[in-house]
């Protein structure tokens, strides 16, 4: 079955709920045993309290599941708790951790201030080290982290070597797949143990819930799922509902967002002041190979690195564009604009470097290429 397809059937068992097409919002904290025996755990119960699942989280996690390939799945309460969990149900006090210098801001956080403090210590690693990873794998290296491409600079990572050498040294490995979505990458088909979604961005697709997501194969599922419920976690049922409702229309989605992001690429490349485009799907961009040999689809968040402006000339840019809005998050259906802010500490990045992400929504092409036209023309960039 195509995924397309496997998007609109995943996790919907329409019959055991009255017929309803979508499976339907359970509030729920108490669920009510029917004996003594049940209460004992002498009958076999599916729900036994709401924080540990319901009918509504059920048929997310199946659905993920069936989309990612995995052996299970748990629904935390925004992408980043899935990074954390991901990684709590991995590390232990006195490990090693290898984590992409280029992923998202808030896991760095996590790294440097909680790990930190829990004893687990945390090496950066040059994203495109591919295979020579093995190099800084040591005895109580417990994890590698990947983070493709990565945020901001959008880095593609060799995902099958870097997992080959991890294999080969019983290291597991994590992804945050959240750029290309299941529907675009498939982290456990190419031997991931861990793939985590902000579900927050394409899968809720609406920028109206925070969700995430970590699907595991049967060698730390057990890991992940004890871990999850240690830590208490548990997602909305309405966020939930609503993770499920835009999941529906995710492929659809996603084949616009990319689209619109190319032709909006192109456009912008054929600018003089425009210096770099770091779009891993558009030709000749750095990445374009690998993100070819794996990936069956690109998103649409990208960035530009145009010349530098001053502060003034970027805010008559940003403060007056009419459809791109400034905020994070992405993955909605509306367009966004924002300078990058990079961190590096294992690989040089020169601050001066003006980069600026754009978050491709669904508006129509051509009035989002008019927007950012008279933004560069607010910004000096383009003189008439
Ligand atoms: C947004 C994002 C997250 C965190 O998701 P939240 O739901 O905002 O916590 C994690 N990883 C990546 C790559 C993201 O873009």
Redesign the pocket.
């Known amino acids: 079955m195509k995924d397309e397809t496997k998007i609109i059937l995943a996790g919907r068992h329409p019959h055991e709920h009255e017929g309803a097409v979508n499976t339907p919002v359970y509030h729920a904290s108490t669920i009510l045993y029917p004996s003594l025996a049940a209460i004992r755990g002498n009958e076999p119960m599916r729900y036994t309290y709401a924080r540990r699942g319901t009918p509504t989280s059920t048929a997310l996690e199946e659905a993920m599941m069936d989309i990612e390939g995995a052996d299970g799945c748990v629904l935390t309460p925004?992408?980043?708790s899935a990074?954390s969990t991901a990684i709590l149900s991995v590390v232990k006090s006195g490990d090693h951790l290898l984590m992409v210098d280029s992923a998202?801001y808030?896991t760095r956080s996590f790294c440097d201030k909680f790990l930190t403090r829990m004893g687990v210590e945390t090496e950066y690693y040059d994203p495109l080290i591919g295979g020579d990873i093995e190099t800084l794998i040591r005895p109580n290296t417990s994890l590698i982290f990947m983070?493709s491409p990565g945020?901001q600079t959008f880095d593609v990572q060799d995902v099958p070597a870097i997992v080959a050498a991890a294999q080969k040294a019983s290291v597991k490995t994590a992804i945050?797949n959240?750029?290309a979505s299941p529907h675009f990458f498939k982290p456990l088909a190419h031997g991931v143990d861990l793939s985590i979604q902000?579900a927050?961005?394409y899968i809720i697709g609406h920028a109206d819930a925070?969700l995430?997501t970590v699907c595991a194969n049967g060698n730390v599922y057990r890991d992940l799922r004890h871990t999850h419920g240690l830590l208490g976690l548990c997602a909305a049922p309405d966020d939930v509902f609503l993770a499920l409702r835009g999941m529906r229309t995710l492929a659809t989605r996603l084949k616009q967002h990319e689209q619109a992001a190319l032709e909006i690429a192109a456009f912008l490349s054929e600018f003089d002041f425009v210096r770099e485009i770091l779009h891993p799907g558009f030709e000749g961009a750095a990445g374009h190979d690998l993100w070819k040999r794996d990936f069956t689809g690109a998103a649409g968040l990208f960035a530009i690195e145009v010349d530098p402006l001053d502060e003034e000339s970027l805010a008559a840019m940003l403060d007056n564009m009419s459809l791109f809005g400034m905020g994070y998050?992405w993955g909605g259906y509306e367009s966004l604009i924002l300078p990058a802010e990079i961190t590096r500490t294992a690989t040089e990045h020169n601050q001066t470097r003006q980069i600026i992400r754009l978050n491709i929504g669904l508006e129509h092409v051509d009035d989002l290429k008019n927007d950012l036209y008279h933004g560069f023309v607010r910004a000096g960039c383009i003189k008439i």
């Open positions: 925004s992408g980043s990074v998202y808030p983070e945020s945050d959240t750029w902000a927050t961005k925070l995430g998050s």
